[in-house]
């Protein structure tokens, strides 16, 4: 849930609106003078989101995932049951 605030409003509710985002993973829009300035969201959003920027700035890793789903597209992908026998997972 998404919800836009001033941030003098924000300023009141802090406290309650850092427990929402922590317990409740609500996110809020924090405006000045009507134009979005600032978010909170819960750290773990943020974690996820570093972590994709991290990814997708790789280009190496984003060529790697690239060829690999163009393999599965192919057929050439190993089959998810066959890789966990084979790994001892089962």
């Given at each position: 849930?998404?919800?836009?605030?001033?941030?003098?409003?924000?300023?009141?509710?802090?406290?309650?609106?850092?427990?929402?985002?922590?317990?409740?993973?609500?996110?809020?829009?924090?405006?000045?003078?009507?134009?979005?300035?600032?978010?909170?969201?819960?750290?773990?959003?943020?974690?996820?989101?570093?972590?994709?920027?991290?990814?997708?700035?790789?280009?190496?890793?984003?060529k790697?995932?690239?060829?690999?789903?163009?393999e599965?597209?192919?057929?050439?992908?190993?089959?998810?049951?066959?890789?966990?026998?084979?790994l001892?997972?089962?």
């Amino acid at each position: 849930m998404t919800q836009t605030l001033s941030i003098t409003q924000a300023r009141g509710n802090l406290t309650k609106l850092v427990d929402n985002a922590h317990k409740k993973l609500h996110e809020y829009i924090i405006t000045v003078n009507g134009a979005p300035a600032a978010i909170i969201i819960p750290f773990s959003e943020y974690e996820s989101i570093k972590e994709t920027n991290e990814i997708l700035a790789d280009k190496a890793l984003m060529k790697a995932i690239r060829q690999g789903e163009k393999e599965i597209r192919e057929g050439k992908g190993e089959n998810w049951e066959d890789v966990k026998k084979e790994l001892g997972f089962e």
